[in-house]
């Protein structure tokens, strides 16, 4: 089956930083776009950012650019969302997923995180920010 591994979530106090890390388990990431969402409670699962292979195209949601940062290690085929100073909005479950058409791999991400046309996804890795 194909999917990911997300981990790496917890909790953390306001300001605090934390590394997500999203494994492909079934495949190689590759040919692949691969973004990162998150949903918290009561609210939509939103896109956070994407990247292509290389880090030649990359997307990130408004307000999260400077604090977030996506990076992938395809020797592992996993990505990584490193983030920092975060804050109580940024909690939520963080999944990841890859970006496909008609079930064809998408290289690259296009600012797209719309969430139809990602596929693969993982169970989710919880981001609580309290003090």
């Known amino acids: 089956q194909l999917q990911f591994v997300e981990s790496g979530g917890g909790l953390v106090r306001p300001g605090g930083s934390l590394r997500l890390s999203c494994a492909a388990s079934g495949f190689t990431l590759d040919a692949y776009a691969v973004g990162w969402f998150r949903q918290a409670p009561g609210k939509e699962r939103e896109g956070v950012s994407c990247n292509s292979r290389g880090d ?10 400077g604090r977030f940062t996506i990076s992938r290690d395809s020797d592992k ?3 990584y969302l490193s983030m920092s100073n975060l804050n109580p909005e940024d909690s939520g479950v963080y999944y990841c997923a890859a970006r496909t058409k008609f079930q064809r791999p998408v290289a690259y991400c296009s600012g797209n995180v719309d969430l139809d046309d990602y596929d693969y996804w993982g169970q989710g890795t919880q981001v609580t920010v309290s003090s």
């Open 56 to 65: 030649e195209d990359i997307y990130y949601l408004k307000g999260i650019k």
């Open 77 to 79: 085929d996993t990505v």
